[in-house]
């Protein structure tokens, strides 16, 4: 079992739908979790880094985080074709960052 | 502009060859990082260090070698004893390897095998 999953999609959604990307992971020792986004052929760029569980909101993206059910989500409402990309979710174990696998997201205009 | 470079933009190697990846940054941090990334399998550490004429290995650090002589720039050679090194290589730093903080990447370098 990989300690972090995420579903690889693609997810392909129409312009101004609301989209929810999500990873799970079986590491208790995991304490930071962040979400990066990857367009093609690029380096990740940082989105959303959150500590504690709850949510967490910039503008169109919501990061929440659920640590009892060892659950992350990315929420990105209003989705604009400029948001198709990679996602993929990152989280710390004390020693490095352990990345999922990425999801693939197309937003149709 | 300060930022992470790294070059050259693609690489071709050939069997038995060893080849260098260049990474540089200019934000001044202390930690540096080299990643692999394949499709569907996310990003995998192969070396990182902290700080200068230090580095550690990664998960997969198997026929890949690493300097840091400088601060700024930590170059990362693909050696002929990896013999599968077709990837996308990523290059990373954070202010000071903490856990708190994060990881900017640089442009990446695609690796392909003649």
């Known amino acids: 079992q990989k300690e972090v999953e995420q579903d690889p999609g693609p997810l392909s959604v129409p312009e101004g739908a609301i989209v929810s990307l999500n990873c799970t992971y079986s590491?208790?020792?995991?304490?930071?979790f962040m979400w990066y986004r990857q367009y093609s052929r690029k380096g990740p760029e940082l989105l959303m880094y959150t500590y504690s569980s709850g949510n967490k909101e910039d503008g169109r993206f919501t990061a929440q985080v659920d640590k009892s059910s060892k659950y992350i989500s990315l929420f990105i409402r209003d989705s604009q074709p400029s948001d198709s990309a990679t996602y993929l979710c990152a989280m710390d174990d004390g020693n490095k960052l352990v990345f999922g696998a990425g999801t693939i997201l197309r937003v149709k205009s | 502009d300060g930022g992470i470079t790294q070059s050259p933009k693609y690489l071709f190697r050939k069997e038995g060859q060893n080849v260098t990846l260049s990474c540089e940054q200019n934000?001044?941090?202390?930690?540096m990082y080299w990643y692999r990334q394949d499709p569907g399998q996310g990003l995998r550490l192969i070396y990182y260090?902290?700080?200068?004429?230090?580095?550690q290995k990664g998960d997969i650090a198997e026929g890949y070698s690493v300097s840091r002589e400088k601060k700024e720039s930590f170059p990362l050679t693909v050696t002929s004893a990896q013999k599968n090194p077709t990837a996308f290589y990523l290059c990373a730093s954070s202010p000071g390897g903490g856990l708190q903080e994060t990881q900017y990447f640089g442009p990446g370098t695609r690796l392909l095998v003649l």
């Open positions: 590491n208790s020792a995991f304490q930071y």
């Open positions: 934000l001044n941090h202390d930690a």
């Open positions: 260090s902290q700080i200068v004429n230090d580095f």
